[in-house]
């Protein structure tokens, strides 16, 4: 069973930085591809980034291109964003997901990291 596990959010004031974690466990993930999406209060939750397991391919929203920078860890089954020059508008409910391969769905979620940005 797959486990998502998201870390790293918090407080932070516009124009700072935060890096969000996602733990994965339960499966061999070398095909999966990994993703972060938000949801913000009254609105849908949007994509945010992905990576492929093996990191040679990354996707970025356009309203975080330049400013997000996904990553991964395989040794420690780990997906990182680093996220600078947050705006206001990026606070939002973090959730890390996984899906099997880069043509599937996103079937597997983390439970969400809240991220605050202070004007």
């Known amino acids: 069973q797959v486990q998502l596990v998201e870390s790293g959010g918090g407080l932070v004031q516009a124009g700072g930085s935060l890096r969000l974690s996602c733990a994965a466990s339960?499966?061999?993930?070398?095909?999966?591809?990994m993703g972060w999406f938000r949801q913000a209060p009254g609105k849908e939750r949007e994509f945010v980034a992905a990576?492929?397991?093996?990191?040679?391919?990354?996707y970025y929203s356009d309203s975080v291109k330049g400013r997000f920078t996904i990553s991964i860890d395989n040794a420690k089954n780990t997906v990182y964003v680093q996220m600078n020059s947050l705006k206001p508008e990026d606070a939002a409910i973090y959730y890390c997901?996984?899906?099997?391969?880069?043509?599937?769905?996103?079937?597997?979620w983390g439970q969400g990291t809240q991220v605050t940005v202070s004007s």
């Open positions: 997901a996984a899906a099997e391969n880069s043509k599937s769905d996103f079937d597997y």
């Open positions: 339960g499966r061999t993930f070398s095909n999966y591809t």
């Open positions: 990576i492929t397991w093996s990191g040679s391919k990354t």
